[in-house]
């Protein structure tokens, strides 16, 4: 016979020859020959050293555990004294009873959805966080949500938590806020077979997400390509010539030709407009010899017009002095005026009339 002494928070398991017998708790016990005890703590979860099965045959031993049984499709989140403690994945676990409080709260882990259960900020916990996926949309986005190849639901903006399991999730966003498409540089050739290189922009938004990102790919791209190819309708259904004079038109035509195919891309064409047309060199260089030739005959346009209106107003004053003795008189004084600034002195010889000597001097022989 052996004494043994079984502390507080302690359990023993009797053992004879290998062979399960029985419990024994708190207090002193007395071991017959060739029985063993097995001491284990109850703050700890047990590990069995035998079969676990055989020991649950034990009525009063199976009374004092929990056992937790969890499927490959689940996983148990553990609680002590109503802390978060750890995770359990497929397997069997068991835990002693009454020293510490214990809870499991058991997860379908083939749901990719996190029950409200589970309180939101254990999603950061070490132990926890490498369990979960975490996906960001910012406030300006929308995202739509693809399980297994397959849309779920349209996310809007906020942080989303889901199980990592076999399961695929796909986030795909678009940018709702009012985005720009540059077409730099494109060159094109007009119907006179001109080239010329044109910088366009349009400015648009996302309508529909869905549409945009389920039903297109690359819708972005398809934009461009639409845009592009209305820009080279246009283009080349006009001369030079009648490109330049109406290039003002040319972002309300395309802005026109690109709504409805943009709406079936899922957006919004909102804007678009012609940043520059510019000629090649040897174009440029022949556009400017043609506008400098077109001012140089408007100036001399102006200029016949000036000497014309010039010669009429001669012509005007010369009947009015031809009927006028006094007006003659007074444009002979204008003349001997202008004279006299510019000649330092005049000589009058003889003792004729000043003014008929001059007159004789500058009249015209008729």
């Known amino acids: 016979m052996k004494l043994v002494r079984i502390h507080a928070g302690i359990v023993g398991l009797v053992f004879k020859n290998g062979d399960y017998v029985r419990v024994i708790t708190q207090g002193k016990h007395w071991l017959r020959f060739n029985e ?5 703590s109850l703050a700890s979860a047990f590990n069995a050293p035998k079969a676990l099965e055989i020991l649950l045959e034990d009525e009063a031993l199976a009374n004092m555990l929990t056992v937790v049984n969890i499927q490959d499709n689940e996983i148990v989140l553990v609680y002590v004294n109503n802390n978060f403690k750890q995770v359990l994945t497929a397997g069997r676990y068991t835990y002693w009873n009454g020293l510490v409080d214990y809870k499991f709260i058991t997860v379908d882990f ?11 900020a254990l999603y950061n916990n070490a132990t926890l ?3 979960i996926r975490v996906f960001e949309v910012a406030a300006y986005e929308k995202a739509i949500m693809i399980v297994n ?6 996310l809007e903006h906020g942080t989303y938590h889901f199980w990592r399991n076999d399961k695929t999730i796909k986030i795909a966003k678009a940018d709702l806020r009012q985005l720009q498409l540059e077409i730099a540089g494109q060159e ?10 044109i910088n366009f922009y349009a400015q648009y938004k996302v309508a529909s997400i869905e549409t945009a990102l389920m039903h297109n790919k690359d819708y972005e791209k398809q934009l461009y390509i639409t845009l592009q190819l209305a ?14 004079e109406q290039k003002e038109t040319i972002a309300s035509a395309v802005l026109q030709d690109v709504k409805t195919q943009a709406n079936k891309l899922g957006v919004h064409v909102l804007h678009a407009g012609v940043r520059d047309v510019i000629l090649p060199g040897d174009m440029k260089d022949i556009m400017n010899q043609v506008l400098i030739a077109h001012k140089k005959a408007q100036a001399n346009v102006v200029t016949r017009r000036e000497e014309t209106a010039s010669t009429r107003s001669l012509l005007n004053i010369a009947k009015l002095m031809e009927d006028n003795d006094m007006l003659f008189k007074l444009k002979e004084m204008e003349y001997v005026e202008k004279i006299a600034d510019k000649i330092g002195e005049i000589t009058v010889a003889g003792n004729g009339n000043v003014i008929e000597q ?6 015209v022989n008729k």
């Open 36 to 40: 063993s005890v097995m001491t284990h």
């Open 110 to 120: 083939s749901d990719i959805n996190i029950p409200e259960t589970i309180d939101k």
């Open 129 to 131: 966080r490498q369990y």
């Open 149 to 154: 190849d397959k849309y779920v639901e349209t």
């Open 188 to 197: 094109l050739l007009t119907k006179d077979k001109a080239t010329v290189r």
């Open 231 to 244: 820009l080279r309708a246009f283009v080349g259904a006009y001369t030079l010539d009648e490109l330049l």
């Open 358 to 363: 001059l007159k004789d001097i500058f009249s």
